[in-house]
């Protein structure tokens, strides 16, 4: 059973687009919700965290939105750039953090 | 501050053997969680140890077992190794149980041939 759908699998953006992924959830005992960056070769990176009685949390070009009533959530990256070509992994919380399938990158130069 | 180590990166193995990975955490952390990494099921939990003692696990079999010494240093291991064990095995710290604001090491790539 997966507690956290992750969608789109691959994703291709042109520099200087908005890449969006999106991951819903069941479990309405998850408290926090995180986003991770994986680049080849390393292990997942903290990007942006947001709790869900907020419905919206910015960090420069990463913006997640957060709908509780759908139990939904969204990475939004503004202005796409080369260097975030990854793979990007959204996850949740209850008692431990549990991830979604990834979603791969790519930004066009 | 150092940030999560792993050791050894690269690991190769043959069927039935044994194997054991060693994480250090970010100084100050005493929560250590182990996932597995592969293409079809991507991360999936272990289980994570906080003060020595491990406090959750995920749904793998006994042959995967870790443990935690007194300065929050983590070490798992997989016993009779199979194929499809090959993964990448990653370590995550943070500072409290649960696995907030968890930070991950760069892993141990694991080949079972």
């Known amino acids: 059973q997966q507690q956290v759908k992750q969608s789109p699998q691959s994703l291709i953006v042109q520099k200087g687009g908005i890449s969006i992924i999106n991951c819903a959830y069941e479990n309405t005992a998850f408290d926090y919700f995180p986003w991770y960056q994986q680049f080849p070769g390393k292990g997942p990176a903290l990007l942006i965290a947001?709790?869900?009685?907020?419905s919206e949390k910015k960090e420069g070009r990463f913006t997640i939105s957060f709908n509780k009533s759908a139990k939904q959530f969204s990475l939004h990256i503004m202005d796409s750039q080369p260097g975030d070509s990854a793979t990007y992994f959204c996850a949740a919380r209850d008692d431990k953090i549990i991830f979604g399938k990834g979603t791969r990158l790519h930004i066009l130069p | 501050k150092a940030g999560v180590t792993q050791t050894p990166r690269y690991l190769i193995k043959t069927r039935g053997q044994q194997v054991t990975l060693s994480c250090s955490p970010i100084?100050?952390?005493?929560?250590v969680s182990w996932y597995q990494q592969t293409p079809g099921q991507g991360l999936q939990f272990l289980f994570e140890?906080?003060?020595?003692?491990?406090?959750n696990k995920g749904n793998f079999p006994g042959r995967f077992s870790g443990r935690q010494f007194s300065n929050s240093r983590s070490e798992m291991n997989v016993s009779t190794l199979e194929l499809g064990d090959s993964a990448l095995y990653l370590c995550?710290?943070?500072?409290?149980?649960?696995?907030?604001?968890?930070?991950f090491g760069q892993g141990t790539r694991l080949t079972v041939v």
């Open positions: 140890y906080f003060s020595e003692t491990q406090r």
């Open positions: 947001i709790r869900p009685d907020v």
């Open positions: 995550a710290s943070s500072e409290d149980l649960g696995g907030a604001e968890a930070f």
């Open positions: 100084s100050g952390h005493r929560s």
